[in-house]
């Protein structure tokens, strides 16, 4: 059974830096794209960065220039460096990738348990 386990959340100051780290593990065949979302109180889920198998990167407008996504493509893993924290990044963000478990399977979408982000002077 594939799991996306996140980690790196917490507490910043405004203008500070985080960095989330998302493994997916299980039975893992191939891995088309990884991405972060993030979900504010009262507030749709949006899309913050995306990364594909062929390293081609897609950011929402709020976070260009300030957030970087990347992947290690050996662990399975898709990381989110943020600076520049503004408040009105503060959410749960969540790791997402669109993966085939095995070979000939059609691919799923899983995401992982979700990680809060809070930026607050």
């Known amino acids: 059974q594939v799991q996306l386990v996140e980690s790196g959340g917490g507490s910043v100051q405004p203008g500070g830096s985080l960095t989330l780290s998302c493994a997916a593990s299980?039975?893992?065949?191939?891995?088309?794209?990884m991405a972060w979302y993030r979900q504010a109180p009262g507030k749709q889920r949006e899309l913050v960065a995306a990364?594909?198998?062929?390293?081609?990167?897609n950011y929402a407008d709020s976070v260009k220039g300030r957030f970087t996504v990347s992947k290690n493509n050996a662990k399975n893993t898709v990381y989110l460096q943020m600076n520049s924290l503004k408040p009105e990044d503060t959410a749960v963000y969540y790791c997402?990738?669109?993966?085939?478990?095995?070979?000939?399977?059609?691919?799923?979408?899983?995401w992982g348990q979700g990680t809060q982000v809070t930026v607050s002077s």
């Open positions: 299980g039975s893992i065949f191939s891995i088309y794209t």
């Open positions: 990364i594909t198998s062929a390293g081609s990167t």
């Open positions: 997402y990738a669109d993966l085939q478990e095995y070979r000939g399977t059609i691919p799923y979408d899983y």
